[in-house]
């Protein structure tokens, strides 16, 4: 047990190690610094020029928000039809079928939204070719996405009183061809060479040690596994994810893919704070979404260590709970995977959360609800700074002051907005669980009860916060579910990247004020505390009665 504990904190602060300098050189990127990536400067402005695009060209939050409304609405007509058409086209070596249009309208969502919702089986629903030119594709744009709207974040509190945000379409470019393709490239070879399949032959004929006979599906998976994690994806090539044993062969690729999904939006945190030269702030929300991560992951970490006591009962001394959980890997690892993938929405498992105990499915579920404890790609920092501006706000009331952040004051406008984000994550989930609750569950739920409940509860948590992971135990890949959480994720994901943009906006162009004795210090330990008090809260209020209905009840059941 200590030999699992010892490789969980490797992961961790390896993790940590990389995500530090990583966001100074993410900072530099974005603020035109010099760097060692700038022989990439003809390939960027071939693209530039080949797309109609003036990097030089200066948008302000509408703007932004337009062209990224607008490309992504390209790219969702385009994965919607490739998948509808998959059977026709070429690299199918393993003769898969086209999608059907409720499962298409699905998937295109799912991995447009960096969602990665699957209702298909990986290798058996897609083919080469659209898992290559849908599915990773998708992965990496839906990624950048969400980093060039954070970017606009970093321009608006950088400098004094400007409209001037910077340029989408550079923001997003480089993201790719600065951040995502190199990390990406490199990952992929450590995975080739560790046993994930890199090629494009169909299945193999293997005998087992029982001497059976099994087809095994392989492919070029290797790149996509990278994108995956890279960008907190989270879909698998392989049905069961990063529980396959050729998605994830070994303990060492299982640190490599934890320590992948979460360097990028730890890094982000620390390039915030690098890009508007307030480095105490940006150690601030680090230290803030950490300790809002160990509430989650000890809970989980022991419920999941300390075993199932219905065995105990029986006499079965379970000293922790295996069900759903990959032996390669162990409990330390699968718990602390389970924490990590919730809370960072990327959605990929290398254990089935189905299987979790009760206090580690509450967890999970925690962990989409609040969404903002590192968080996704950009997003994550995006989500916390509502919950910022609305402590801002509180803190401004207490002690009888004009909020204000960063020299700007906070209003009205900026707080009806801020309110609107923070609540309209829950009115998605908690209405749409309702909905499904209410409607004839026939072949929907494998585990009725408590557990049932929890299962439709993360589901539409998932896709609202664009996670993507699941309790598997959910019959989904039918017109119901894909239609109901297509349109849950489009909204999850969209309305939450406006909102906070929006009020950046706003704030940036009003006007500044220096800061002075009397200013609110948002980058203190006391300001912090104020800030996890204010996400927790919310969270609890807005999610504490679902929670009762099903994993807490289900807890209680148990023991």
């Not at 904190?9 to 390896?14: D, G």
């Not at 948590?461 to 579910?481: P, Y």
């Amino acid at each position: 047990m200590n030999s699992e504990m010892t490789g969980v904190l490797a992961t961790f602060l390896i993790t940590l190690l990389i995500a530090f300098p990583l966001g100074k050189y993410i900072a530099s990127v974005f603020s035109g610094a010099p760097t060692f990536t700038d022989f990439l400067h003809p390939f960027e402005r071939f693209l530039y020029r080949i797309c109609g695009i003036d990097p030089n060209k200066e948008m302000n939050w509408k703007q932004h928000m337009v062209a990224l409304l607008t490309i992504n609405l390209v790219w969702l007509i385009y994965a919607f039809f490739v998948l509808l058409f998959q059977s026709h086209l070429p690299l199918n070596p393993d003769g898969n079928a086209n999608m059907t249009p409720d499962l298409a309208f699905n998937t295109s969502i799912s991995f447009l939204v960096n969602c990665n919702l699957q209702h298909y089986s990986g290798e058996s629903g897609l083919t080469y070719l659209t898992q290559l030119i849908v599915i990773t594709f998708l992965q990496f744009v839906s990624a950048a996405t969400g980093v060039a709207a954070v970017a606009v974040l970093f321009k608006a509190f950088a400098g004094k009183t400007t409209e001037k945000l910077g340029n989408f379409f550079v923001f997003f470019i480089k993201t790719i061809t600065r951040l995502l393709l190199p990390l990406a490239v490199i990952m992929a070879i450590i995975l080739a060479f560790s046993g994930t399949p890199a090629s494009l032959d169909g299945k193999d004929t293997i005998t087992t040690l029982q001497g059976d006979t099994v087809q095994v599906s392989r492919g070029p998976a290797a790149g996509m596994i990278a994108i995956k994690h890279l960008g907190t994806n989270g879909g698998g090539w392989f049905g069961t994810n990063s529980a396959h044993p050729l998605e994830n062969p070994s303990y060492f690729t299982n640190m490599v893919e934890a320590i992948a999904q979460c360097i990028l939006p730890m890094a982000l945190v620390f390039a915030f704070g690098f890009f508007i030269n307030r480095r105490k702030l940006g150690y601030a929300i680090f230290g803030v979404m950490t300790i809002g991560m160990l509430t989650l992951m000890i809970p989980n970490m022991l419920s999941e260590l300390g075993g199932n006591p219905a065995l105990a009962k029986i006499g079965l001394h379970d000293h922790s709970a295996m069900e759903g959980k990959e032996v390669r890997f162990g409990v330390a690892a699968s718990a602390y995977w389970q924490v990590m993938t919730t809370i960072i929405s990327t959605g990929s498992v290398n254990s089935m959360h189905d299987s979790s105990m009760p206090l580690s499915g509450a967890m999970q579920l925690l962990g989409m609800m609040i969404n903002c404890f590192y968080g996704g790609k950009g997003v994550g920092l995006l989500n916390y700074f509502i919950f910022l501006i609305i402590a801002v706000f509180i803190s401004g009331l207490m002690v009888g002051r004009t909020p204000e952040f960063m020299g700007r004051k906070v209003e009205a406008k900026e707080m009806k907005i801020a309110a609107i984000i923070a609540l309209f994550h829950p009115f998605l989930v908690l209405v749409s669980t309702a909905i499904a609750a209410y409607y004839p569950q026939a072949g929907w739920l494998n585990n009725p009860g408590h557990h049932g409940f929890s299962e439709m509860l993360y589901e539409y948590t998932s896709a609202s916060a664009n996670n993507g992971s699941g309790f598997e135990g959910l019959g989904d890949n039918n017109i119901f579910w894909n239609i109901s959480t297509g349109m849950v994720m489009l909204l999850g994901r969209f309305l939450p990247i406006i909102g906070p943009v929006a009020i950046a906006g706003i704030l940036a162009g009003k006007k500044y004020t220096p800061e002075s004795a009397g200013t609110l210090q948002t980058d203190t330990a006391t300001f912090g505390i104020m800030t996890y008090a204010v996400i927790m809260i919310v969270a609890a209020l807005a999610f504490f009665p679902a929670l009762t209905l099903g994993p807490i009840a289900e807890f209680f059941q148990l023991y």
